[in-house]
C-alpha cells in the first residue's frame, strides 16, 4: 500500500445520506476476485444510463468536481460487508472518505485498503458542502499524523478518530500480513525466549 501521511485535495461532493454498499458497487460486480477495474464501476446505476451513456447529473460525470477526497453524507457505507465497496472507492482514486458517521464494517474495509475515513461533526460537514457548491475548487488538507482535517476555504479545523494500530499501518504503507512481517524480528525473538 502507498504510505498516507498528509493529502491537500479538492473534492466530489455526494451530500446523500444511507449510501449502502449496493449503491457504490451494484452486486452483478461481485463476481470478479481481483481489485482491478473496480473503479469504473464506482456508483455503476448512479452513473450509467442502461444503455452505458453516462447520466450528466451525477456528480462524479460533472468535470467542475474532481480529487482524492470524497465526501459523502451521513451513515455512508451500510449495508452489506463487501469488500468490493472498498476496492472500488479505491479503484476509482480516492485516498479518504469524509462523513459524519460510517458504517463500521465499511471503514475497516475501507482502512484495510488504503482509503482514510475521516468522521467529522455534521455542522463541519454542511460547511464543507455549501463551500463547494460555491465554490467547485475548495479544498481540504487531512494531516492523518495530527488526526486533524482543514477546509482549506475557511481554515476550519477538526480533530478525528482513528485505530492506533491502522494510523500506523496507513502511515507506514502497511496492509496487515505486511505489518506482521514487519514485526518479524521481534516475533522470533519473543518465540526463542519462550
Avoid at 120 to 134: G, H, K, Q, R
Wanted: some cysteine; charged content about 25%; hydrophobic content about 40%.
Amino acid at each position: 500500500m502507498e504510505k498516507f501521511i498528509t493529502l491537500t485535495s479538492t473534492v466530489v461532493p455526494l451530500p446523500i445520506e444511507n449510501v449502502d454498499t449496493d449503491q457504490i458497487i451494484p452486486a452483478r460486480f461481485l463476481k470478479a476476485t481481483d481489485k482491478l477495474g473496480f473503479g469504473n464501476n464506482l456508483f455503476a446505476d448512479w452513473r450509467y444510463n442502461k444503455d452505458g451513456s453516462t447520466k450528466s447529473d451525477f456528480v462524479l460525470n460533472n468535470t467542475l468536481y474532481k480529487g482524492e477526497i470524497l465526501v459523502a453524507g451521513k451513515n455512508f457505507g451500510s449495508g452489506s460487508s463487501r469488500e468490493h465497496a472498498a476496492w472500488a472507492i479505491a479503484g476509482y482514486g480516492f485516498k479518504v472518505v469524509v462523513s459524519s458517521f460510517f458504517a463500521d464494517i465499511f471503514s475497516n474495509n475501507a482502512l484495510n485498503n488504503g482509503v482514510l475515513t475521516v468522521v467529522v461533526t455534521p455542522d463541519f460537514l454542511s460547511e464543507i458542502f455549501t463551500n463547494v457548491n460555491a465554490d467547485p475548487k475548495t479544498s481540504l488538507t487531512v494531516d492523518l499524523l495530527n488526526q486533524s482535517i482543514t477546509n482549506n476555504k475557511t481554515g476550519r479545523l477538526e480533530k478525528f478518530e482513528i485505530n492506533p494500530y491502522k494510523k500506523e499501518c496507513l502511515l507506514n504503507g502497511l496492509d496487515d500480513i505486511d505489518y506482521l512481517l514487519s514485526k518479524k524480528a521481534q516475533i522470533e525473538q519473543y518465540e526463542k525466549a519462550r
